[in-house]
């Protein structure tokens, strides 16, 4: 479903090179003790059940992901920056969630699936025409990013441009692309961004410069993308970024609703953390559970970032708690 990398999970100086967490582990390959994460408690044994629901980071482990537009400086009028805000005025996480389950499971096109969500959200309602021109909104080659791309040539259209979207591919390829002005408008994820731009100027190495706090994370993604020609509308409330669910039938039995209760109530034998196989080592995954909440999981399945295995491993009662995508088609909404 998703063809981006959502390297929360890693260190941000593998932005460059990961495209994808794809390939992450085999089938066979669950059971394997984590490291260093054992605990002599009872721990909470998974709950099959057929409904996913989010754990609040209410800690702030993961830094901020919120959906915005990357423009091209050049491109970048009044009109045409306030027609985007729009869409970001718009997006939540929840309704992010509806509209990739709309395109992901209810299989409608991303063009289908952001006119319908326009018509029921008034996106259109008081946009200021702007002087008109051709338009290339890009997008990553994953549904999610199509359909917000789509979103943002409805609101575009209605500022009096000419417009059209074209699908790139993945971050190495579309920023260059941005920075040159083949396309005007990309939508972004703003600590991924930020960190993909910071690393591309300073190295692999480079001291990350995202936070868990928007504003924060925002201001540091305005200034690495002024030094590459980009600037940045008004973030959205919509988050995809790294997320630990367990089943709503799991929640109610043991009665977690945060990262917290998960540590204070489940850590300990019977508990089992899925994952990709690097999760263990990465701070923005089980090295961060144990380092921020001092969650020990009883062992560590090794499959997939947020992706069928983890998922139905979850569902079917053989993970207690798993990785997953916070806008995955997935997950409940209420």
Do not use: H, W
């Not at 794809?22 to 709950?47: L, N, Q, Y």
């Not at 990553?140 to 789509?150: C, D, K, P």
């Amino acid at each position: 479903m998703r063809a981006r990398s959502r390297l929360a999970a890693g260190a941000f100086g593998a932005l460059a090179a990961a495209a994808l967490l794809t390939g992450c582990g085999d089938a066979g390959s669950s059971g394997t003790d984590a490291p260093e994460a054992g605990s002599s408690g009872a721990g909470c044994a998974p709950v099959a059940g057929d409904q996913l629901v989010v754990l609040t980071d209410d800690k702030k482990l993961q830094n901020t992901d919120n959906v915005l537009p990357a423009i091209n400086k050049k491109a970048a009028t009044p009109q045409l920056v306030a027609a985007l805000d729009k869409v970001s005025a718009k997006l939540d996480t929840p309704k992010l969630i509806q509209l990739n389950r709309a395109v992901d499971v209810d299989r409608k096109t991303p063009q289908v699936a952001a006119q319908e969500f326009a018509g029921a959200n008034g996106l259109t309602d008081g946009i200021e025409k702007g002087p008109g021109g051709q338009v290339t909104v890009g997008a990553g080659n994953f549904s999610e990013s199509q359909t917000v791309a789509e979103l943002y040539k409805i609101a575009l259209t209605a500022a009096g441009y000419q417009v059209k979207v074209q699908t790139i591919g993945n971050r190495e390829l579309y920023e260059p692309a941005l920075e040159k002005g083949q396309v005007q408008v990309v939508p972004e994820y703003a600590a991924t961004m930020a960190e993909f731009l910071n690393t591309k100027a300073n190295g692999k190495d480079a001291q990350p410069v995202s936070s868990p706090e928007l504003e924060k994370t925002v201001a540091a993604l305005k200034t690495e993308g002024d030094k590459a020609g980009l600037v940045f509308g008004q973030p959205s409330q919509a988050q995809d970024q790294n997320a630990f669910a367990v089943t709503k039938a799991f929640a109610d039995k043991y009665g977690v609703s945060t990262l917290s209760d998960l540590a204070a109530k489940c850590s300990g034998q019977a508990t089992v953390l899925a994952g990709p196989p690097e999760c263990p080592q990465r701070p923005k995954c089980q090295a961060g559970l144990v380092e921020v909440y001092d969650f020990k999981a009883g062992s560590f399945s090794s499959l997939d970032a947020g992706g069928p295995q983890t998922k139905n491993a979850l569902k079917t009662g053989a993970a207690s708690v798993g990785l997953v995508f916070s806008s995955d088609a997935a997950l409940a909404t209420s």
